[in-house]
């Protein structure tokens, strides 16, 4: 299976597992703001946010420490992610692996570990916390 989206590719925040990982770092009075914004923009009724589902996403990614959406952008297709701790000024960035549903999910437990070890990488690489400048090198 090849699957590649194009690089600038814009995706609903509601509807995807990077989207609902970083939704899953505000709170959920933020989420249903953002949800009721999404819906005024989207004049395809079929295609408005359910705050039910979404949240039922994003506390499941909450509780687990990862998002792994199978078949929601492509059949066939998924993906397992994870937020990168939160950057200065309160920027939110996601990593994802993906590819195969089938082979994800033979691979979870490989994949969640490389992801949490990359994540670790790059907080020791980069120590300061959110908002703060890093002191000159």
Same mark, same amino acid.
């Given at each position: 299976?090849?699957?590649?989206?194009?690089?600038?590719?814009?995706? $609903?925040? /509601?509807?995807?597992?990077?989207?609902? /990982? =970083?939704?899953?770092? &505000?709170?959920?009075?933020?989420? %249903?703001?953002?949800?009721?914004?999404?819906?005024? *923009?989207? +004049?395809? +009724?079929? &295609?408005?946010?359910?705050?039910?589902?979404?949240?039922?996403?994003?506390?499941? #990614?909450?509780?687990? #420490?990862?998002?792994?959406?199978? *078949?929601?952008?492509?059949? #066939?297709?998924?993906?397992?992610? =994870?937020?990168?701790?939160?950057?200065?000024?309160?920027?939110?960035? %996601?990593?994802?692996?993906? #590819? $195969?549903?089938? &082979?994800?999910?033979?691979?979870? %437990?490989?994949?969640? @570990?490389?992801? &949490? @070890?990359?994540?670790?990488?790059?907080?020791? /690489?980069? +120590?300061?916390?959110?908002?703060?400048? %890093? $002191? $000159?090198?």
């Amino acid at each position: 299976i090849w699957y590649a989206v194009p690089i600038g590719t814009i995706g $609903p925040i /509601a509807r995807s597992g990077s989207g609902w /990982a =970083m939704l899953g770092a &505000r709170s959920d009075d933020e989420i %249903a703001e953002l949800v009721r914004r999404i819906n005024f *923009h989207e +004049p395809d +009724p079929a &295609r408005k946010a359910s705050l039910e589902d979404l949240m039922r996403q994003v506390e499941q #990614g909450r509780r687990d #420490g990862y998002v792994f959406n199978k *078949h929601t952008l492509e059949q #066939g297709a998924g993906g397992i992610c =994870m937020v990168l701790p939160e950057r200065r000024f309160g920027r939110l960035f %996601a990593l994802a692996v993906s #590819g $195969p549903v089938e &082979r994800l999910e033979e691979k979870e %437990a490989e994949v969640i @570990a490389g992801l &949490r @070890a990359g994540i670790a990488r790059l907080e020791a /690489a980069d +120590p300061s916390p959110a908002g703060e400048a %890093a $002191p $000159p090198a």
